[in-house]
């Protein structure tokens, strides 16, 4: 008898979670959280990066064990840019940030890890630099209207909660001044708390 509620339990638990990551699914919710945005170092000039932010909405389509994940969110990047002649640009932007995700994801019961990689689109919201001058252009970070980028990372469910940890790796050139030989890409980590507001 033992044996039979025992079995009978793990056909049910089986169930369920096949189930779960074979059913369609939809999600939305919102997150936060901090940024931490790198521009790699080109010959002349030194760079501080800076801590940002994170803030906006996701939402998730899943079947199969698999995922799709568009989020839309507003961030800010911060660096500070010098020469070798000791001119120093602080340069600040806000963007909005289109990435289009897609993954997998392992577990059930409201608990699980998932994994996923995809293109991110930045559209610039504000570009502020303490140096624009012609003097000091050499400095001046050409940051694009519009920027690509390459997003890995892995997150963790908890019930309605997930904590997502990110790379993103900038895909088009961002030049120096007028440059064309001078040039770095964005490099950004960030590290988000988000909340599920509801599922499907």
């Known amino acids: 008898m033992k044996k039979i509620v025992l079995t009978l339990l793990i056909c049910s638990a089986l169930t369920r979670f096949v189930s779960a990551q074979t059913l369609p699914s939809f999600q939305f919710g919102i997150k936060g959280g901090i940024d931490y945005s790198a521009f790699p170092t080109t010959g002349v000039f030194n ?26 969110y507003l961030t800010g990047k911060d660096v500070n840019i010098t020469d070798n002649m000791g001119n120093t640009n602080h340069a600040s932007f806000n963007s909005l940030d289109v990435p289009l995700l897609f993954g997998g ?26 140096l624009s001058d012609a003097e000091h252009d050499a400095v001046h ?3 694009k209207n ?17 904590i997502d940890l990110r790379y993103e790796a900038g895909l088009n050139k ?5 440059n064309d030989d001078s040039h770095t890409r964005i490099n950004l980590f960030s590290l988000t708390l988000a909340y599920k507001i509801f599922s499907l």
């Open 174 to 178: 961002i030049n120096y001044g007028t």
């Open 141 to 143: 970070l050409d940051y």
């Open 146 to 162: 519009q920027n690509y980028a390459w997003q890995v990372g892995t997150g963790v469910d908890i019930r309605s909660l997930s």
């Open 47 to 72: 760079t501080s990066n800076q801590a940002g932010y994170v803030g906006g909405l996701w939402a998730r389509f899943g079947a199969l064990g698999f995922n799709f994940q568009p989020e839309m």
């Open 105 to 130: 994801k392992v577990g059930a019961f409201g608990f699980g890890a998932r994994f996923y990689t995809g293109p991110v689109i930045s559209f610039a919201l504000n570009n502020t630099q303490t």
